[in-house]
């Protein structure tokens, strides 16, 4: 799996079997089309792989690869557009913001003739924000970054809703992370763009965020850690016994709530 791009022809990768994937191992996909190096193992387990191609790279790997899902979802999907939210842009991500799924552009629109402002954040998505928290400390729990822009009209947006009295209301915990991590102690944003390892877990004050729109997520996750922070632990766990009494549904596909 392609993770992050490091530039000439490089991307880190997770790998399987990773056993046989030691450095200097030779790959290659679609009777040579493409074909690959271990160049380093790194200390996480990863792989840093320089490819080698003719050619447009991500046009190669939209004949020879396939989408990454989650391991519940266990049929392939014939469109991959189902795993992407309607407002997607920039190529990055491991896995899809899935609160965002959600949303229509009609929705979207009759949520902007309501008088409310739309704006946008990018996070490329890791694998590390699914990884399930085994220390027992917990802060010893190690993020894994991510790298996240936002653009000085979303900047704008958000910080005149806030000197309006408005509520900032963000669409899954990728958003929240992103504004929390660029957000100044007055709730204030500037345009930004770099790596976030931020970890929110209770006790985290939110400087920007009020509001959150996400899925019900995998216990001891970071993510299930993060709307704790922000609705009470006691409370999150009534909901789940709600959503558990009722047959809800998790995770990608699955049902959602508005935290505020």
């Not at 493409?34 to 191609?53: C, I, K, M, P």
């Not at 957000?183 to 209770?202: H, M, Q, R, V």
């Not at 789940?240 to 549904?249: L, Q």
Request: hydrophobic letters at 40%; a negative charge.
């Amino acid at each position: 799996m392609l993770l992050i791009d490091r530039g000439e022809k490089t991307w880190e990768c997770l790998v399987r079997p990773g056993k046989k994937l030691r450095t200097g191992a030779q790959l290659s996909f679609g009777d040579g089309q493409l074909t690959a190096e271990v160049a380093e193992v790194l200390d996480n387990g990863n792989r840093l792989v320089r490819f080698q191609y003719e050619g447009i790279f991500l046009e190669i790997l939209e004949q020879l690869g396939k989408m990454p899902l989650p391991p519940y979802i266990k049929e392939e999907l014939q469109d991959g557009e189902r795993y992407q939210t309607v407002y997607s842009k920039e190529v990055g991500s491991a896995a899809a913001p899935t609160a965002g799924l959600h949303f229509t552009k009609e929705l979207l629109e009759s949520i902007e003739a309501m008088g409310v402002r739309v704006c946008y954040v990018t996070l490329h998505v890791g694998l590390g924000t699914f990884r399930p928290v085994k220390a027992e400390n917990i802060d010893d729990h190690e993020m894994h970054s991510e790298y996240c822009i936002v653009s000085a009209e979303t900047a704008d947006t958000i910080n005149r809703t806030k000197r309006e009295g408005g509520r900032v209301i963000c669409v899954g915990t990728t958003s929240c992370r992103t504004i929390e991590s660029w957000a100044g102690e007055d709730g204030t944003l500037k345009e930004s763009a770099g790596w976030t390892n931020i970890f929110i877990y209770p006790g985290y004050q939110f400087k920007a965020l009020d509001c959150l729109i996400t899925n019900f997520h995998l216990p001891e996750s970071t993510l299930i850690m993060l709307i704790s922070a922000l609705a009470g632990r006691e409370q999150v766990l009534a909901a789940y016994e709600e959503a558990v009494r009722k047959r809800y549904r998790f995770f990608s596909f699955g049902d959602a709530m508005l935290i505020y």
